[in-house]
C-alpha cells in the first residue's frame, strides 16, 4: 500500500509486483520530463526520459506516461525486485532551460 | 561514459571551519556543472549553476558568499562552503552537462558528499 510519512511518500510493495509511482507537475513550459532512481548515499540515476511530444515510453521493465492534460507523469515497474527498491524523483525541464526541477518523490520498498 | 566523480564523499567537521567539496567529469568535459543540496526525505534543491570561466548562477536564498563556487576548468568545480555551521550539515550532489548530451541525458549525477557540521 501507499502512505504518506513526514516528507517521502511511501508505496510497498511484494516481490513481482507491478509498480506505478505517480508525480504530479505544474509548469506547463516543461517539455522533457525524466525519471531518477536514487539508492541510500549515492547520487541520483537515470531511469528514463519522455518529451512533450509524446504520451508513453518504454524501457527495460520500465514504462513512462505523460499526460499533459492533468500535467501528471507516472512510471511503470513491471515485476518489481527488491534491488528496484530506493527513492524515485520525477524531474522536469522547461523549454529553452538547462536546469531540472526535481519532484518530492516516492520511496519504493520491495519485499521478497 | 559520463562518469561525474566527487571528493570526499564524507566529512565531518567542526562549527565555523571550511569545507571544500570537488566535482570532476572524468571522461568527458563539462560546460555546465550544477550544484544540489538535499536533506533527508526531501527531494534535491538547485543550489547554483555554473558554466567554465565564468562566475556561478545561484538560486534565490542560496548566500553566494557563504557556499563559493569555482569552475575553473573543463573538468572541475568545487564547492565551498565557508564558516560551515551545524544547518549546514546536508546531502551536497553535483552533476554536469556538455553539449550534444552524452546519452541524451541533460545531466550526469556525481554520488553526493556527506557534510556533517560538530
Known amino acids: 500500500g501507499e502512505s504518506v510519512g513526514l516528507h517521502l511518500p511511501t508505496l510497498s510493495v511484494q516481490e513481482g509486483d507491478n509498480s506505478i509511482i505517480n508525480c504530479a507537475y505544474s509548469n506547463s513550459a516543461s517539455d522533457y520530463f525524466i525519471w531518477y532512481k536514487q539508492e541510500s548515499g549515492k547520487g541520483p540515476q537515470f531511469i528514463i526520459d519522455i518529451r512533450s511530444n509524446m504520451d508513453k515510453r518504454q524501457g527495460q521493465r520500465v514504462t513512462v506516461l505523460l499526460n499533459k492534460t492533468v500535467k501528471h507523469l507516472s512510471l511503470q515497474i513491471a515485476a518489481t525486485q527488491p534491488g528496484d527498491s530506493a527513492v524515485y524523483f520525477c524531474a522536469e525541464i522547461a523549454a529553452g532551460y538547462s536546469t531540472l526541477t526535481f519532484g518530492k518523490g516516492t520511496m519504493l520498498l520491495v519485499s521478497p | 561514459g559520463a562518469v561525474v566523480s566527487q571528493h570526499p564523499s564524507w566529512v565531518i567537521c567542526k562549527s565555523g571551519t571550511s569545507v571544500k567539496i570537488e566535482c570532476r567529469s572524468l571522461?568527458?568535459?563539462?560546460?555546465?556543472m550544477f550544484w544540489y543540496r538535499q536533506f533527508p526525505k526531501q527531494s534535491l534543491m538547485l543550489m547554483a549553476t555554473?558554466?567554465?570561466?565564468?562566475?556561478?548562477?545561484?538560486e534565490q536564498g542560496v548566500e553566494k558568499d557563504k557556499f563559493l563556487i569555482n569552475h575553473a576548468s573543463l573538468t572541475l568545480s568545487t564547492l565551498t562552503v565557508t564558516s560551515a555551521h551545524p544547518e549546514d550539515s546536508s546531502f551536497y550532489i553535483c552533476?554536469?552537462?556538455?553539449?550534444?548530451?552524452?546519452?541524451?541525458?541533460?545531466?550526469?549525477f556525481g554520488d553526493g558528499t556527506r557534510l556533517s557540521i560538530l
Open positions: 571522461d568527458f568535459q563539462a560546460t555546465t
Open positions: 552533476s554536469a552537462s556538455t553539449p550534444g548530451q552524452i546519452g541524451n541525458q541533460p545531466q550526469h
Open positions: 555554473s558554466n567554465e570561466g565564468s562566475k556561478a548562477t545561484y
